[in-house]
């Protein structure tokens, strides 16, 4: 984890967050936000957050870390889109943006048609169709269908990254475990979902009238706006 060595450039462009409801206001104006530090100096939620939300250690196996439990209650309500989307590192993005989002990452292709041309893994695939039969899973149970264990398939990390990344597939919730008390503790299991299963398919391709690149531009144009002095390719890097 990257220190927050670019708070203060930060707290000159953004609000102090300081509960979930500030940072989905947030993100509903601007657009984007990536959750860790990047090139783009104070643009993630770790640099903008307030020190009493950000992560303060364990105690009793659980983790305290508030910004961190945000975006599962986030996700679970459907306000904001949440995943590895920027570089393969999580982020935030408002759902009036995510349609662009799909547009390009997808380049044109719905999965099936991605699979048919040989532009996506087998793997890709059998969780794909895993999840086409249910609301969602957790990874856990991905990892099963799979054979993601010793001896079995290798790569479920970077196949998971990979498909939210292209935007056919979003975390929809965490789940978190219990001791014997009944008292959570642990990161999280992510829940995952095809995207169209959970945000409909209205949502994710209404930008399908849209080239793939002017998406693209879109987008590019809202992140100069927001960030008038970072330099344009660091906002590609995150976007691509």
Same mark, same amino acid.
């Given at each position: ?7 203060? @450039? ?24 990536? !959750? ?40 679970? #309500? ?10 393969? &590192?999580?982020? !935030? ?15 044109? $292709?719905? !999965?099936?048609? +991605?699979?048919? %041309?040989?532009?996506?893994? $087998? ?11 249910? #609301?969602?899973?957790?990874? &856990? ?12 398939? &290798?790569?479920? %990390? *970077?196949?998971? *990254? ?7 597939? *979003?975390?929809?919730?965490?789940? $978190? ?33 849209? &080239? ?8 590019? *144009?809202?992140? +100069?706006? @927001? ?14």
């Amino acid at each position: 984890m990257r220190q927050r060595e670019n708070s203060a @450039v930060a707290a000159t462009i953004f609000p102090r967050i300081h509960n979930k409801e500030e940072l989905i206001g947030l993100v509903g104006e601007i657009g984007f936000l990536p !959750f860790f530090s990047n090139e783009a100096a104070g643009f993630s939620l770790e640099e903008i957050v307030s020190e009493e939300c950000w992560y303060q250690g364990r105690w009793k196996g659980k983790v305290n870390w508030p910004a961190w439990e945000w975006k599962g209650e986030i996700t679970r #309500d459907k306000r904001l889109a949440y995943g590895k989307l920027f570089n393969k &590192k999580a982020g !935030f993005i408002s759902l009036d943006w995510f349609p662009d989002f799909c547009n390009y990452r997808r380049d044109g $292709y719905d !999965f099936d048609a +991605r699979y048919e %041309d040989g532009l996506s893994a $087998y793997k890709d695939k059998l969780t794909m169709d895993y999840l086409e039969e249910r #609301d969602s899973c957790l990874s &856990k149970e991905l990892r099963e269908a799979g054979n993601y264990r010793k001896g079995g398939n &290798k790569g479920f %990390d *970077t196949m998971i *990254t990979r498909l939210q990344s292209q935007t056919y597939i *979003t975390v929809t919730d965490f789940a $978190y475990r219990t001791n014997r008390q009944g008292e959570v503790y642990g990161w999280g299991i992510a829940r995952y979902a095809k995207s169209e299963t959970y945000w409909g398919a209205a949502l994710c391709t209404s930008a399908y009238d849209r &080239k793939p690149e002017e998406s693209f531009e879109r987008m590019l *144009t809202r992140l +100069r706006s @927001v960030l008038p002095d970072t330099d344009e390719r660091v906002f590609t890097q995150l976007l691509k």
